[in-house]
């Protein structure tokens, strides 16, 4: 009798250890948005000089592609491969 009210308790605990190691994590980090407005365009490697919709900041455009830089209206520009 025993041995049956601790297979279910048992049985429990390795389902949910095996759901815990199926679990994956990523490398993606929190993006901020404080900077959207003020972005002019931006071109990136793979696009070469053709000026695309800008990115928010750095943060999004290294989620799209590596090395891009982003173009703000004040005339200064982020070069997202050296962030």
Known sequence: MASIKLALPVALLLCGLMVIGSLQTTDAEF???YDCQVA????????GSRQ???ACNCCF???MEKGCI???????MSDCSKQ
């Open 40 to 47: 002019k365009y931006m071109t990136c490697p793979s696009s």
């Open 70 to 76: 982003i173009y703000y209206n004040n005339g200064t």
């Open 61 to 63: 455009a290294r989620n």
């Open 31 to 33: 993006c901020p948005t």
């Open 52 to 54: 695309l919709f800008p």
